[in-house]
C-alpha cells in the first residue's frame, strides 16, 4: 500500500472515473448551444421562438406595440404550417404554436400578421427566424 493509504487497483479505478467525468465536462461546456431562441420583429408582426441547439419548443406571434389588427397569423417554416383564428389581435395577445421536437438544421420559421380589411387581405408584417446548430 502506498502512504495514501489506496492500493494500486482502487486509484486505477479513481483515475478513469475522474477522466469519465473530466471528458463529459468537456464536452458538455466545449459545445455551446448555437440557438438558443430568438425574438424579433417586422412592421407590425413579431415572432418569438422558444428552444435550445435544434429542439424548438414553441413560436409564438405576436403585434407590435401600437399594432393592433383585425386578421389573422400564420406561422410557418421547418414543417410548420399553422394559420391562427380570425380575430382581433392587440398588443400582448399571442398566437403559439406548440413544437416540442428537433428541426432541421439551417430551418428557417416566419411569422405573418395578415390583417383582414373590407378589400382583401394586407400584410402586416413578415418576421423570420433561423434554426442552427
Not at 38 to 57: P, Q, W, Y
Not at 61 to 81: P, V
Not at 120 to 129: D, K, N, Q, T, Y
Request: aromatic letters at 8%.
Amino acid at each position: 500500500m502506498s502512504g495514501s493509504g489506496m492500493g494500486a487497483k482502487a486509484r486505477r479505478r479513481m483515475r478513469v472515473a475522474v477522466s469519465a467525468v473530466c471528458v463529459g465536462v468537456a464536452v458538455l461546456a466545449g459545445a455551446p448551444s448555437a440557438f438558443a431562441g430568438a425574438n424579433g420583429c417586422n412592421d407590425r408582426t413579431c415572432i418569438s421562438v422558444e428552444g435550445s441547439g435544434l429542439r424548438v419548443e414553441k413560436i409564438s406571434a405576436a403585434t407590435t406595440w401600437n399594432g393592433d389588427f383585425t386578421g389573422h397569423f400564420h406561422i410557418y417554416g421547418g414543417g410548420i404550417d399553422r394559420n391562427s383564428a380570425t380575430g382581433f389581435w392587440g398588443y400582448h395577445q399571442k398566437f403559439t404554436v406548440p413544437v416540442g421536437r428537433d428541426l432541421p438544421n439551417g430551418s428557417v420559421l416566419c411569422a405573418e400578421g395578415w390583417e383582414h380589411t373590407g378589400s382583401g387581405m394586407e400584410l402586416r408584417g413578415r418576421a423570420c427566424a433561423e434554426v442552427h446548430f
